[in-house]
């Protein structure tokens, strides 16, 4: 089984950047969609991105096409998340999180909590107004 240790998260100014990594370790990463996910006090954890195996696929919750940007080196058994102009309500706790035993799939299908199965503990982001 995964255990996945999230970092980089901070506070940071409307319109700045931060960039998240998650490092994989255990019996689950090879072969995995990988995704992120947010949630905010009070707020259900709603879905951010997600990776194929491949790294061919990406998909994106529509809030954060064309600022975020989700990647992942299979080697380094890492998952990271560029976050660029950051908006208030972009603040909150970011899981990264191990989906389906896919190699062969794309990412887009795999946008639902109960997609995954194991999560990290999460790393904070605020951004100011």
């Known amino acids: 089984q995964a255990q996945l240790v999230e970092s980089g998260g901070g506070l940071v100014q409307a319109g700045g950047s931060l960039r998240l990594s998650c490092a994989a370790s255990?019996?689950?990463?090879?072969?995995?969609?990988m995704g992120w996910f947010r949630q905010a006090p009070g707020k259900a954890r709603e879905f951010v991105a997600a990776?194929?195996?491949?790294?061919?696929?990406?998909s994106y919750a529509d809030s954060v096409k064309g600022r975020f940007t989700i990647s992942r080196d299979n080697a380094k058994r890492t998952v990271d998340l560029q976050m660029n102009s950051l908006k208030p309500e972009d603040t909150a706790v970011y899981h990264c999180?191990?989906?389906?035993?896919?190699?062969?799939?794309?990412?887009?299908?795999?946008?639902?909590?109960?997609?995954?199965?194991?999560w990290g503990q999460g790393t904070q982001v605020t951004v100011s107004s």
């Open positions: 999180a191990t989906g389906p035993n896919a190699p062969l799939s794309g990412a887009y299908y795999y946008t639902r909590v109960r997609d995954y199965d194991y």
């Open positions: 255990g019996r689950t990463f090879s072969g995995h969609v």
């Open positions: 990776i194929s195996w491949s790294a061919g696929s990406t």
